[in-house]
């Protein structure tokens, strides 16, 4: 997408809460690529949220599969926003995918927006820092980031993305910003070109293909990059970053995604197991109003959350969620049958999850942060 592009019908507003009600109409309004079949087949053992295309659009995600394929160098990037003690079940997704890139060789970042923090939410430096240590990163480990092959920063210590970002900063107008972003406040521009810095600044060492998976309302940030890497072309020659979106993890009534703001249609990690299962249990369910319709026409899985939340969170094994998915449509499992299901499954997850956290605060003080 350039940056004079008109203005767009999908307000994406990244520090908003914002639901989007069709991807398709996303895809073409912002400019991204549907992760058609074509591409799903070329990249090696995708993962379950790319095989169920929960993962449903890409930007030039053909640069990194190729990367992979021919075992050249490329990198994942992503980053922290340290406002919260805890995190959304959607973040799980960006770590899926992120842990996927890893493993198939990227060199790691994550970063903590601490700067953006403060700008845009009043976080203090000190308390963004905290938190980044005390949780954040603990959790990313926890949820299967590997510490020995993840490169660590906070925004307000690294010198080179702040550098990138003044650089960047004449490279885009006003105009331009309030077009892609609908409005002009200058803590947003600050930490947008800030974050045109984090997603770039890997290839200041060394230009290579990298990859930023985000749910759909961070898309704005890698298409500005994007804008930025071309029009810095001649100073620094960077790969366009590409970028991989996945959709955001519905809430629990049923509306798009889950908000903090509903906090009984809102599971968040960690969380406290009974209050989640009592609240799974509340869920906007796929099934007939009565039993015997129930049995008679079967469910719509694809409008049952906890089902769901079965298909983007917590059953890995494709043929596990086809027999559930069958059972439950054809109305031979119940509602209750799968909400237990989803209710055991969470609490494994969650229990798992406070293990590795133990193990992941260990390893906290041994790493080394870039500066
Ligand atoms: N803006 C992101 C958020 O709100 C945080 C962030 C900062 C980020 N820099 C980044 C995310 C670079 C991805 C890549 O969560």
């Not at 510490?147 to 885009?172: G, R």
Request: proline content about 5%.
């Amino acid at each position: 997408m350039e940056l004079d592009s008109e203005w767009m019908k999908i307000k994406i507003d990244p520090w908003g809460s914002f639901l989007v009600k069709d991807y398709e109409k996303l895809i073409g309004q912002y400019g991204l690529e549907p992760f058609a079949d074509k591409l799903l087949n070329r990249i090696p053992d995708p993962n379950k949220l790319m095989r169920r295309k929960v993962v449903f659009a890409h930007t030039d995600l053909g640069r990194v599969v190729d990367a992979i394929l021919h075992k050249k160098e490329f990198y994942a990037l992503t980053g922290i926003m340290p406002t919260m003690d805890k995190i959304h079940l959607g973040t799980k997704l960006v770590i899926e995918n992120m842990k996927y890139f890893q493993e198939h060789g990227a060199k790691t970042f994550v970063l903590v927006a601490d700067l953006e923090a403060t700008a845009t939410r009043e976080v203090s430096l000190k308390e963004g820092r905290k938190r980044a240590l005390d949780f954040h990163i603990p959790a990313y480990l926890a949820l299967g980031l590997d510490p020995k092959k993840t490169m660590f920063y906070f925004q307000s210590e690294n010198e080179s993305v702040k550098n990138l970002a003044f650089i960047f900063s004449n490279k885009i107008t006003l105009n331009e910003y309030r077009a892609i972003y609908g409005n002009t406040d200058p803590p947003r521009i600050m930490s947008s070109i800030l974050q045109a810095g984090d997603i770039l600044f890997p290839q200041s060492e060394k230009k290579m293909p990298g990859v930023v998976p985000v749910g759909p309302d961070q898309s704005v940030h890698i298409l500005l990059a994007r804008d930025i890497a071309n029009r810095t072309k001649s100073k620094f020659d960077f790969f366009p970053p590409s970028g991989l979106y996945h959709k955001f993890t519905p809430s629990l009534d049923g509306d798009m995604k889950m908000s903090k703001s509903k906090p009984q249609s809102c599971i968040t990690i960690p969380d406290d197991i009974d209050d989640a299962c009592k609240k799974i249990k509340k869920a906007l369910s796929g099934a007939r109003k009565t039993l015997a319709d129930h049995r008679k026409y079967g469910a719509v899985p694809e409008r049952d959350m906890s089902f769901q939340l079965l298909t983007q969170h917590f059953i890995e094994d494709d043929k596990k969620l086809k027999r559930l998915y069958d059972e439950y449509k054809s109305g031979r499992m119940t509602t209750g049958e799968i909400k237990d299901i989803t209710c055991e499954e969470l609490i494994r997850f969650m229990e798992d999850f406070e293990r590795k956290m133990k193990k992941a605060k260990k390893i906290i003080p041994k790493l080394k942060f870039i500066r």
